[in-house]
Nanobody, 127 residues
Framework: QVQLVESGGGLVQAGGSLRLSCAASGRTFSSFAMGWFRQAPGKEREFVAAINWNGGRTYYTDSVKGRTTISRDNAKNTVYLQMNSLKPEDTAVYYC????????????????????WGQGTQVTVSS
């Protein structure tokens, strides 16, 4: 049984930082790509960042580049999303995602490649 459990969301003022974590279980974590998506109220779920199987390649949507870092610790079966200089438009539910069929994070830039989603964690940025 695969599980992806996110944590680290919360309320933060604009300009602040948050680090999201996603703990995975049930599969060999180091064998597949991981990523983060977000969904704001009334909007479609969108890609945020992805990382390949060993952390050597990362991918970001333009709106978070320079402010956000995705990383993973395969020994801890965990992927992280460090978000800095947060803006009110970053407010959303953030979802961890796994692509079991690929080691390349690039595939996760398309949500069609997601095999499994976490339950989501709310991030609210106040102005």
């Amino acid at each position: 049984q695969v599980q992806l459990v996110e944590s680290g969301g919360g309320l933060v003022q604009a300009g602040g930082s948050l680090r999201l974590s996603c703990a995975a279980s049930g599969r060999t974590f180091s064998s597949f790509a991981m990523g983060w998506f977000r969904q704001a109220p009334g909007k479609e779920r969108e890609f945020v960042a992805a990382i390949n199987w060993n952390g050597g390649r990362t991918y970001y949507t333009d709106s978070v580049k320079g402010r956000t870092t995705i990383s993973r610790d395969n020994a801890k079966n965990t992927v992280y999303l460090q978000m800095n200089s947060l803006k009110p438009e970053d407010t959303a539910v953030y979802y961890c995602a796994a692509d079991f069929g690929s080691q390349s994070g690039r595939t996760l830039m398309n949500s069609d490649s997601v095999d499994y989603w976490g339950q989501g964690t709310q991030v609210t940025v106040s102005s």
